[in-house]
């Protein structure tokens, strides 16, 4: 093991130059070309997935170890992007660790927050996925009407629901782990949630369950402000099934990643049998837009 200058230890028969400082560069550079959620993406990636980065302590009395600065770049990225909450929820911990500029600059942002209230109303009757789904709501804060979920333990209890609240709908029980119906003159939409997915042995993981709410929160928001709508002129007679879905599903996908959520994204991708439909981002397309991220961001640092 070797330390660098900036005291950073690391393994030298693995990395000919320290991996930490290599990183810091590589988002110093994206955050001076204002590219949030390219930052963000990348720091959260590496302090997911990186083997140096996976054992790192970050309770609040520790210094972030081994490199704090990508904990710092992902929380004031997620405030540039909207993520207020997960946002006050790290800076509530970095500023004890963080230097004075930083910290000053945090309390401020955590001032503001205080007085925040959220710009869509959300009717959730599960105490895990409202928590999502309540940060959710500042991230995407286009979504025009209210939102009201419903969890489904079966499908029975599915099919009783859509003849009560939502009569003439038709959509299989079996398609989908989550899914929204919005437009039409709907308001308030829904947002439907089979239970395996939020309890029992089968339950997505935290981030697993952010990236699968954030693609159906997408959804709305990019139907609220008309962006499926102006890929109509795109369609193809008698193939708009497959050509609409892969269209506004990459779209929602693309959307969601712009807002610096990539890595949950990914994660969610594990669970969902849409992964395999064609029509969605793969875990691969995931990482290969995060790789190339990495690799063209500041590439001679």
């Known amino acids: 093991m070797t330390?660098?200058?900036s005291?950073?230890?690391?393994d030298e028969a693995q990395h000919s130059l320290c991996p930490f400082c290599r990183l810091n560069r590589k988002l110093q550079w994206l955050m001076r070309k204002g590219w949030y959620s390219s930052a963000k993406n990348l720091a959260d990636w590496y302090l997911?997935?990186?083997p140096e980065y996976r054992e790192r302590d970050s309770s609040p009395g520790a210094v972030f170890a081994p490199n704090p600065f990508p904990e710092i770049v992902s929380?004031?990225?997620a405030w540039q992007l909207g993520d207020f909450c997960d946002a006050a929820g790290r800076f509530e911990v970095l500023r004890a660790v963080c230097a004075d500029g930083d910290r000053q600059r945090m309390e401020q942002l955590l001032g503001l927050f205080a007085q925040m209230t959220p710009p869509v109303a959300i009717d959730c009757p599960h105490e895990r996925l409202r928590g999502v789904l309540h940060r959710l709501s500042f991230v995407f804060s286009g979504i025009r009407w209210g939102v009201r979920v419903f969890v489904a333990g079966s499908e029975a209890e599915y099919l009783d629901f859509l003849r009560t609240c939502l009569p003439g709908v038709d959509c299989a029980?079996?398609?989908f782990l989550a899914c929204g119906f919005s437009g039409g003159g709907l308001d308030p939409c829904w947002l439907v949630f089979r239970r395996e997915i939020l309890e029992g042995e089968h339950a997505f993981a935290d981030n697993a369950l952010l990236g699968l709410c954030a693609h159906e929160?997408?959804?709305l928001d990019l139907g609220s402000r008309g962006i499926p709508d102006a890929f109509q002129d795109f369609r193809v007679p008698d193939a708009r099934p497959l050509w609409d879905q892969a269209v506004n599903e990459r779209?929602?996908?693309l959307h969601v990643i712009s807002k610096g959520l990539g890595c949950a994204l990914w994660s969610a991708r594990a669970n969902d049998r849409k992964d395999d439909s064609g029509y969605v981002m793969t875990r691969q397309d995931i990482y290969s837009y995060i790789c190339g991220i990495d690799a063209e961001s500041g590439a001679r640092a």
């Not at 005291?7 to 690391?10: N, S």
């Open 3 to 5: 330390r660098c200058e």
């Open 7 to 10: 005291g950073h230890v690391y």
């Open 48 to 50: 997911s997935f990186s």
């Open 75 to 77: 929380a004031m990225c």
């Open 173 to 175: 029980y079996d398609s």
């Open 217 to 219: 929160m997408a959804h």
């Open 251 to 253: 779209l929602t996908d």
